[in-house]
């Protein structure tokens, strides 16, 4: 076993050819068990020393809780420490932070804001929300109308409304876009921000979605003073930063690599093990079509991770989301079909799970309901079909009359 082992260790440095690997990552994996044993220490302590351990995404720089390593090796931390027990850091409860604030913070921010952000953001005590969408800008979210006002001295004074935010009634911290220049074309006078969501001036109002939940939220911003050190990347280059945020945020939401026959086909599949009654040969062969596209889904987030391992997610991602959208609308109706008279029942939302649990542990009738709504968020599917053909298929661009003009200038 141990040779195994080795030998397993010396195939992967082979592999990824970087000064760290496999068999030094366990090492640590070990010596922080050693130190922090996770019965004896809280989670917040162990999660924190996972960080100052470089354990924490190992393909981060070392001091922000990597090592430099291959973004590849992130796994065989993680299988070591799950197979200890111990605890984690509830992606599911910070995934904003997690796929779109911190690889933002990490390429845009300064050192000053990477070493403040990153370590809370990563532990799950700072959960991030995403301050982008408005009522009249989704998905022509160039067209924002939020202003942020600099004063004399340099402080920000940002005045608007957000709307679809995930998670900001608990949200400590925001990524946030503005207005800053109205005499330039839309794209090129928008701001990038850290918007701190306990501030003065900062409204968060529930929007009670069709699985009764309130998941999401409108955020109102009266008079918010964001000082300068606050802001990422140059005043006027806010699009640019925001877009790398979006493709993250698409990948984050499509590109997660999952066992195979996990997430919503695992349901259905369960499903029709349990029931065999239930079962007509129109439906399995449905139910094998949806086996096989999600296992295509699958293998095509697993290329897109390695690409990640390389750089920064493109256009790619776009695909990725689209897919993860229609294959989860699918599957969820095809197992509310599947279970026929049952498949109608949905049982009150606050009493089937926390909300922290997994997504999968719901009833198939949250799951149907919930899928609706990935067709919207992260981008409107009709939104990447379009960047898939611009910008994955070179296909001609739509016209856009608007392109050029300045945004003060433009028809509302």
């Given amino acids: 076993m141990a040779k195994g082992r080795?030998?397993?260790d010396r195939a992967e440095d082979r592999t990824e050819g970087g000064a760290v690997d496999a068999a030094e990552l366990r090492g640590r994996v070990r010596e922080l068990l050693a130190a922090h044993p996770p019965g004896a220490v809280s989670p917040e302590e162990f999660l924190r020393a996972r960080f100052d351990a470089g354990l924490a995404w190992v393909h981060f720089p070392r001091g922000l809780g990597g090592l430099g390593a291959p973004r590849s090796l992130q796994p065989v931390v993680d299988a070591e420490l799950a197979a200890a027990d111990a605890?984690?850091?509830?992606?599911?409860?910070?995934?904003i932070?997690?796929?779109?604030?911190?690889?933002t913070i990490l390429r845009y921010g300064t050192e000053e804001q990477k070493q403040r952000f990153l370590r809370p953001l990563w532990t799950g005590e700072e959960p991030w929300c995403q301050l982008f969408s408005e009522p009249g800008a989704g998905s022509d979210l160039a067209g924002l109308r939020t202003r942020a006002v600099r004063e004399p001295g340099g402080d920000w004074i940002v005045d608007g409304q957000k709307v679809w935010t995930s998670s900001a009634h608990t949200a400590r911290w925001a990524i946030l876009i503005a207005r800053t220049d109205p005499d330039v074309p839309?794209?090129?006078?928008?701001?990038?921000?850290?918007?701190?969501?306990?501030?003065?001036?900062?409204?968060?109002?529930?929007?009670?979605?069709?699985?009764?939940?309130?998941?999401?939220?409108e955020v109102f911003l009266t008079g918010v003073r964001?000082?300068?050190?606050?802001?990422?990347?140059?005043?006027?280059?806010?699009?640019?930063?925001?877009?790398?945020?979006l493709m993250n945020e698409r990948v984050a939401i499509g590109g997660r690599v999952l066992p195979r026959e996990a997430g919503m086909v695992a349901a259905a599949a369960a499903t029709w093990r349990e029931r065999p009654e239930l079962?007509?040969?129109?439906l399995h062969d449905r139910l094998l079509s949806a086996?096989?596209?999600?296992e295509v889904a699958r293998l095509s987030a697993e290329r897109v991770r390695q690409q990640l391992a390389v750089g920064s997610p493109g256009p790619e991602g776009a695909g990725l989301k689209l897919a993860f959208a229609r294959l989860n609308q699918r599957i969820s109706g095809l197992e509310v079909e599947l279970l026929g008279e049952d498949g109608l029942r949905y049982g009150d939302w606050t009493m089937v799970r926390p909300?922290?649990?997994?997504?999968?542990?719901?009833?198939?009738?949250?799951?149907?309901?919930r899928a609706k709504g990935n067709s919207i968020e992260g981008g409107t599917s009709e939104i990447l079909r379009n960047i898939i053909a611009e910008r994955v298929l070179e296909l001609p661009a739509e016209p856009r009359t608007d392109k050029d003009a300045a945004w003060k200038d433009l028809p509302r």
């Fill in 291 to 294: 086996w096989v596209d999600a």
């Fill in 186 to 217: 839309k794209h090129q006078g928008i701001t990038y921000f850290v918007c701190d969501m306990t501030d003065p001036g900062v409204e968060v109002r529930p929007l009670r979605q069709l699985t009764g939940e309130a998941e999401f939220n």
């Fill in 6 to 8: 080795e030998a397993e």
């Fill in 226 to 245: 964001i000082p300068d050190a606050h802001r990422l990347g140059a005043i006027g280059d806010g699009w640019r930063v925001a877009q790398a945020t």
């Fill in 279 to 282: 079962r007509t040969p129109e």
């Fill in 87 to 95: 605890p984690d850091n509830d992606p599911r409860r910070i995934g």
């Fill in 355 to 369: 909300r922290s649990v997994d997504f999968y542990g719901r009833d198939a009738g949250y799951r149907y309901l």
């Fill in 97 to 103: 932070g997690l796929g779109m604030a911190a690889p």
